[in-house]
């Protein structure tokens, strides 16, 4: 598919992130007021849909979508009004839209905005999907031969996570406190985590809520869109707590979002096949086509005060489960989902060593520390850093962007008791 034209000359740049085939969602407010309202970012514009509804530009639903800030409400309506609103958006911003000259006073410029997160989290689910990931990370502590555990390679492993710690790009993180424990002493000590890292994953958003299992193909058609997700983790507290069932406070810190939703309508072009299955997948979690994406993935760390050094680049085409493999999973059981449910892919890992998409994989468990632009040297994330993930999928003369998804590590507080 190639580039869409529209009247907006920014959109049309080949490097643009948000040309008139993206067309994402997001929530934003003008800079120093606080009235954050829905907005769909077009070249380094935002229209500003509250308005676009108000003034009879936008009117594909019997119901106010735009009242509240968040994407909750048109998620509810469903795939048929999901088509409208963006078949009307690219009538409103299209080259040549009679249109034009009411739009026009609607747009906000992006450097001017500040973003929010843009719909509410119902729940949260993160797996570990990604084969080159698990088996990294299971050659560190099982080694090789019993890398990957006996089930994973039939069914996407899970766990549920904390919604109400999910927040949006540039948000700090704090460093979080936990009980660490050294192997050269019996007891546990309450101290802030000294093995810090990232988790560089996608994010899939429930559209439709479902109640009872669900195929592969309905799981398909029930989300909405994406973005770009990094599951903070503290791998210090995760080694002495995950056993016998799994994370807990080590991933309960934060999770950061893209500001960005990517609906899947915009990443259609983009669909590919999963890999090869060593091992045939039950029927209920069979491939029924291509289920995920050709997205190029990075990951950027800056010390405090200089510049970015690019230490991972990779491809979610690497996943070994697609999300909606993994939402199918999710309601085996009969659990019911939500409009609003957010489920992180995993760590997005390649083949080779610069294509690991945490630093955990990249250090070798700290073994091998990497070594920035700067010179400065890194097994896991030191205070002031900040984290950026990156993603577009490459079209024919256009990219389809997330936006940065963004996160500086915080000192931790000297007592987190202290009241």
């Not at 019993?146 to 089930?151: I, Q, R």
């Not at 999910?166 to 936990?178: A, D, F, K, L």
């Not at 002495?240 to 915009?266: D, R």
């Not at 209920?284 to 510049?307: N, Q, S």
Request: proline share 8%; aromatic share 8%.
């Amino acid at each position: 598919m190639p580039l869409k034209q529209s009247w907006l000359a920014t959109a049309n740049s080949p490097d643009c992130a948000f040309p008139l085939n993206n067309l994402p969602y997001g929530v934003f407010s003008d800079a120093g007021e606080d009235d954050p309202r829905c907005g769909v970012a077009i070249g380094d514009r935002i229209l500003d849909c509250r308005a676009a509804e108000a003034a009879g530009l936008i009117d594909v639903s019997d119901a106010a979508l735009f009242e509240l800030p968040f994407w909750n409400d048109l998620m509810e309506e469903g795939p048929a009004v999901w088509a409208a609103l963006r078949a009307r958006l690219t009538e409103l911003l299209a080259d040549g839209a009679p249109e034009q000259a009411a739009v026009e006073p609607l747009l906000v410029p992006m450097a001017e905005a500040t973003l929010h997160m843009p719909f509410m989290v119902s729940e949260y689910t993160d797996f570990y999907a990604g084969r080159n990931h698990a088996t990294n990370v299971g050659t560190m502590f099982r080694g090789a031969e019993n890398a990957l555990p006996p089930n994973w390679l039939h069914m996407p492993i899970g766990y549920n996570g904390r919604a109400s710690s999910v927040v949006v790009s540039g948000t700090g993180i704090r460093r979080p406190w936990g009980q660490l424990k050294s192997p050269d002493h019996d007891r546990p000590a309450f101290l802030p985590s000294r093995r810090f890292d990232l988790e560089l994953e996608m994010g899939a958003i429930v559209g439709i809520a479902s109640d009872g299992p669900i195929t592969v193909a309905e799981a398909d058609a029930n989300i909405f869109g994406y973005v770009l997700l990094n599951d903070w983790s503290a791998r210090d507290i995760q080694a002495w707590e995950y056993q016998p069932l799994g994370p807990f406070q080590a991933k309960a810190t934060a999770t950061t979002i893209s500001p960005w939703i990517v609906t899947k309508a915009a990443l259609e072009p983009f669909r590919v096949d999963t890999p090869p299955r060593e091992v045939e997948l039950l029927d209920h979690l069979k491939d029924c086509g291509p289920m995920l994406y050709d997205i190029e993935l990075a990951v950027t760390l800056a010390p405090e005060g200089k510049p970015a050094s690019v230490i991972s680049r990779t491809n979610y085409r690497e996943m070994y489960y697609s999300s909606a493999q993994q939402l199918a999973h999710h309601t085996t059981s009969g659990c019911p989902m939500n409009v609003g449910d957010l489920l992180g892919s995993g760590t997005i890992s390649g083949p080779t060593k610069p294509e690991r998409g945490a630093l955990l994989e990249l250090s070798w468990g700290g073994k091998e520390p990497i070594t920035l632009d700067s010179g400065e040297t890194r097994s896991f994330l030191e205070d002031g850093d900040t984290l950026t993930l990156h993603g577009a999928a490459r079209g024919d003369g256009y990219i389809v962007g997330f936006g940065p998804c963004a996160g500086q590590v915080l000192p931790a507080l000297k007592d987190p008791y202290k009241r």
